[in-house]
């Protein structure tokens, strides 16, 4: 169990990330890749990543073991672009670099001959793991970067509802179900006994779309203090085709669009874009849709946000 040790000061400090962030996006995704859980959620986009990893991209997965400990310098503290992440990332010091790899090894962890040069100063080796971060993303996360955003701002919007509604005692409640608020104390379902005291620094809380299971944190005490968990993903394979049955049920435009819509919290713009249809289709669809009560819609300034409802899941569950 992780404990994390709250004081007054900590809980008027509590922030939620507002963007996904692409470094524990990355290390999430490279556990995926290798690791068979979330099968119904991750298993197209796994199919297809494995094959897409450059082979400069491998040298992230010999930095990072499949399971256990990551060397903490890998997921440098918000950063919003994989630019500015791969930028603290080089630019971590030396006595860090060395320190976290040392830790590997402490772990019983094989570490692959270019990490000891890493830690032994070779700085030559630190831009080829920039390189390798940057072709990975650019594979493996960029063509879906906008579901990404899209979904961790989903859950950024609920936790930031309960924050207003109920102030951090609630936020602090309903962050996730391995997550238990117990005053001043925040215990999370986690691999070893680890404890973390804020000591007035505050937390923050990192929705991450790749992460799956048990949430996780720093090694480090000193590290700026984060939590970051998985969000919730709907009970299907969210990059399928819709089946043959639905298919034949809605039409074959129709089905992906609820399919995209239960994927997906969208307006009609960007519903258009990721079923290739043009605008006037997505709304004619969107409107038969909703009048069916698979889908509703809200107005958001000049746009309406189409999200599924709970017969709209059912519809694509049973079908």
């Known amino acids: 169990m992780l404990k994390i040790h709250f004081t007054d000061a900590d809980l008027a400090k509590v922030t939620i990330a507002e963007d996904a962030d692409p470094m524990w996006e990355l290390l999430m995704s490279s556990y995926r890749i290798r690791r068979p859980e979330g099968e119904p959620f991750f298993g197209r986009w796994r199919r297809g990543s494995r094959s897409a990893v450059p082979e400069s991209g491998r040298l992230v997965m010999s930095a990072v073991p499949p399971y256990g400990y990551c060397p903490d310098f890998l997921t440098p503290a918000a950063h919003a672009t994989i630019g500015d992440g791969v930028s603290a990332v080089l630019e971590t010091p030396p006595a860090a ?4 790899v040392a830790e ?4 019983g962890t094989r570490v692959a001959p270019w990490l000891r040069r890493l830690a032994d100063g070779e700085t030559r080796e630190l ?3 920039g390189t390798a971060l940057h072709d990975y993303y650019r594979r493996c996360l960029a063509p879906d970067w906008a579901t990404v ?5 989903r859950d950024h919007d609920r936790l930031r509802s309960n924050l207003d509604r109920g102030g951090p005692q609630l936020l602090l409640s309903t962050v996730h179900p391995d997550i238990t608020w117990s005053p001043p104390v925040l215990r999370v379902r986690f691999p070893i006994e680890q404890e973390l005291h804020l000591d ?3 937390l923050r809380l990192i929705p991450t779309f790749f992460a799956h299971g048990m949430p996780t944190t720093y090694k480090d005490p000193g590290r700026p203090p984060a939590l970051v968990y998985s969000i919730s993903h709907p009970r299907f394979d969210s990059d399928a085709e819709p089946g043959a049955s639905l ?3 809605l039409g074959q435009t129709r089905a992906r669009v609820l399919v995209t819509v239960a994927t997906t919290r969208c307006n009609t713009s960007e519903l258009a874009e990721l079923t290739g249809v043009s605008l006037a289709t997505a709304s004619q669809h969107a409107s038969v849709l909703r009048a069916s009560g698979l889908i509703t819609s809200a107005r958001s300034g000049k746009s309406q946000i189409h999200e599924i409802t709970p017969l709209g899941l059912g519809v694509i569950r049973a079908s």
């Open 97 to 100: 670099l060395a320190t976290d």
């Open 104 to 107: 590997l090894a402490a772990q």
């Open 127 to 129: 831009h080829r793991l």
């Open 149 to 153: 955003r899209r979904a961790v701002a």
């Open 200 to 202: 007035g620094r505050g």
């Open 247 to 249: 298919a034949a049920l």
